[in-house]
């Protein structure tokens, strides 16, 4: 079956430092995929996407480019804050037969920054 | 626009004690989909509805899970009985009319179970 693997965390910053969080995945289809983060509290929220190769997502700062030919979807920011301190989750959906497709999510990697 | 809506948002039972969700979905979403997160991992399928069919529901444990949509609108899930290894985050997501697997998924809070 389909799945995401995400770098380990907690990944431990200080203001200002580039983020980088590697993700990689196996789809036996053609993916969308996802970057979801979840804020201290609050319900995961999608970050960004990409639905084709090449293709980049981008919102807020961070940016992740759609890699078909090593299977990544790595998300970067140059400058990170005290706010986006957070876990990061990758995500992919890809249709199966007959209209079927089933979201696959990793298991998420901490962010922390600090001042 | 009110988000997706999820209750309770805590709940503790005894184990075989039967249980059950309430989602909310946005308003104008077909689809709605029903996860299981275990502590430190990402969230799981259960169950996807378009409308009032359960389109993808093989990852369901139907021995003592189920889940209902009857009019298309809100959704509930259900587990009985209750076993300890259930204690876990149960979120509730909603995604707009047609798109698929492009489409983008709106979360409500989740309900945190625990079975003692």
């Known amino acids: 079956g389909d799945s995401v693997t995400q770098m380990e965390g907690p990944v431990t910053l200080s203001e200002e430092a580039f983020l980088t969080i590697n993700c990689t995945y196996t789809?036996?289809?053609?993916?969308?995929l996802f970057w979801y983060v979840q804020y201290p509290g609050e319900g995961l929220q999608l970050l960004l996407k990409?639905?084709?190769?090449?293709d980049k997502g981008s919102n807020k700062g961070f940016e992740a480019t759609y890699r078909k030919e090593t299977t990544s979807f790595h998300l970067e920011k140059g400058s990170v804050q005290v706010s986006d301190s957070a876990v990061y989750f990758c995500a992919l959906s890809a249709s199966l037969s007959g209209g079927s497709y089933i979201p696959t999510f990793g298991r998420g990697t901490s962010l922390i920054v600090h001042p | 626009e009110a988000g997706v809506v999820q209750s309770p948002r805590y709940k503790i039972i005894e184990k075989k004690q039967p249980v059950a969700f309430w989602c909310n979905p946005i308003?104008?979403?077909?689809?709605l989909y029903w996860y299981l997160q275990n502590l430190g991992q990402g969230p799981e399928l259960l169950i996807r509805y378009e409308n009032e069919e359960a389109v993808d529901d093989s990852q369901l444990p139907k021995d003592r899970f189920s889940a209902e949509r009857l009019k298309g609108v809100d959704s509930t899930l259900k587990i009985q009985p209750a076993e300890l290894g259930d204690s876990a985050v149960y979120l509730c997501?909603?995604?707009?009319?047609?798109?698929?697997?492009?489409?983008?998924?709106?979360f409500g809070p989740g309900t945190r179970l625990t079975v003692l």
């Open positions: 990409a639905t084709k190769a090449d």
């Open positions: 789809a036996t289809g053609y993916p969308s």
């Open positions: 997501a909603s995604s707009p009319r047609g798109g698929g697997p492009t489409d983008t998924q709106y």
């Open positions: 308003s104008g979403h077909n689809t």
